[in-house]
């Protein structure tokens, strides 16, 4: 858990956020500037830096079952949506807190910018 960190301190409660769901390992939120018409953000609730820091396989495995039960909640397993985690410079990471973004509600594109 780190003070400078956005997403430690959502999971603190220091900073507000939407919350959609959550487990044992993770929580869900809506992001603050949605890409799309369902636009969530799953965390897990310790702080590992990105994909390429990640080494708990249950861990991973906890926030990709997150993220589905998200994608259902929200009415997106029929119409499908995108899972992506920005991992570092070259994908745009900008939040140095592991996270995967669930993105549906409209037709996405490939490949993506
Ligand atoms: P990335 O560019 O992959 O690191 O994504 C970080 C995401 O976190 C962006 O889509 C931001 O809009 C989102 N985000 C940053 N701060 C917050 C916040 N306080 N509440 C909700 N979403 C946030
Ligand atoms: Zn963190």
Redesign the pocket.
Known sequence: MSDHC?FCR?VGGT?P?TLVASNTHGIA?????P?APSHL?VIPRRHVASLADASDGAELGALLLLAAEVARSEGLSETGYRVVA?TGDDA????HHL?L?VLGGRVMHWPPG
């Open positions: 956005i959502i900073i956020a939120f809506r992001d603050q500037h890409q953000v920005n745009g990471q900008t939040v996270h973004h």
